[in-house]
């Protein structure tokens, strides 16, 4: 069975920096998809990037586009989200899933605020 | 790309209820390969349909998936009270996804 489990959310300043973790279990590390979809409070899904495999450049939404980027840690199975220069706007809770599978975390949830 | 879906729809217990998902670039293919999603309150979005019309392992017979007047549709036959929900579509366009803003879909 698959399972996707986030870490890393938080309070952060506008500005700021914050590092996701979406850990992996059940899966052939390497080629499976992972993607970040968040969702501000009250309100609905945002795709923000699609991490195909290993070896394939990640797509990302323009919203995030030069301030957000992943990587993988094929030692720990672990997909990181670093996300630079933090906005207001990106409070949410962050999800990672593949989508065919059906394979979402819990979410973890992010607060950009001063 | 904007993709659309009505805000709100209710159906009746036993009902039938057909949501749409349309995209501000033309009419939506199997090309754009349309999900749709469930979300409950308070609980993460679960994968109803991929690719059009390929249901998951957990999704009820009564729902399907289609393409319908150039726009993707999901079809709920026989509405049950815990088909309650938020649904969300999402569409590729080329390198990105995009979800539409979700459908509040009442049983009543």
């Not at chain 1, 495999?53 to 797509?59: E, F, L, M, N």
């Not at chain 1, 919203?63 to 220069?85: E, I, P, Y």
């Not at chain 2, 659309?4 to 009902?15: A, D, I, K, N």
């Not at chain 2, 090309?31 to 349909?49: M, N």
């Given at each position: 069975e698959v399972q996707l489990l986030e870490s890393g959310g938080g309070l952060v300043q506008p500005g700021g920096s914050l590092r996701l973790s979406c850990a992996a279990s059940g899966i052939s590390f390497s080629t499976y998809a992972v993607e970040w979809i968040r969702q501000a409070p009250g309100r609905g899904l945002e795709w923000i990037s699609t991490d195909?495999?290993?070896?394939?450049?990640?797509?990302?939404?323009?919203?995030?586009?030069?301030?957000?980027?992943?990587?993988?840690?094929?030692?720990?199975?672990?997909?990181?989200?670093?996300?630079?220069?933090?906005?207001?706007?990106?409070?949410?809770?962050y999800y990672c899933a593949n989508l065919k599978d059906n394979s979402w975390g819990q979410g973890t949830l992010v607060i950009v605020s001063s | 790309?904007?993709?659309?879906?009505?805000?709100?729809?209710?159906?009746?217990?036993?009902?039938?209820?057909?949501?749409?998902?349309?995209?501000?670039?033309?009419?939506?293919?199997?090309?754009?390969?349309?999900?749709?999603?469930?979300?409950?309150?308070?609980?993460?979005?679960?994968?109803?349909?991929?690719?059009?019309?390929?249901?998951?392992?957990w999704t009820p017979a009564r729902f399907s998936g289609s393409l319908l007047g150039g726009k993707a549709a999901l079809t709920l036959s026989g509405a049950q009270p815990e088909d309650e929900a938020e649904y969300y579509c999402l569409l590729i366009h080329g390198d990105t996804r995009v979800f539409g803003g979700g459908t509040k879909l009442t049983v009543l």
């Open positions: 195909l495999r290993s070896g394939v450049a990640t797509k990302y939404a323009d919203s995030v586009k030069g301030r957000f980027t992943t990587s993988r840690d094929h030692s720990t199975n672990t997909l990181w989200l670093q996300m630079n220069t933090l906005r207001g706007e990106d409070t949410a809770l | 790309a904007v993709v659309t879906q009505e805000p709100s729809l209710t159906v009746s217990p036993g009902g039938t209820v057909t949501l749409t998902c349309g995209s501000s670039t033309g009419a939506v293919t199997s090309g754009h390969w349309p999900y749709w999603f469930q979300q409950k309150p308070g609980q993460a979005p679960q994968t109803l349909i991929f690719d059009t019309d390929n249901k998951h392992s």
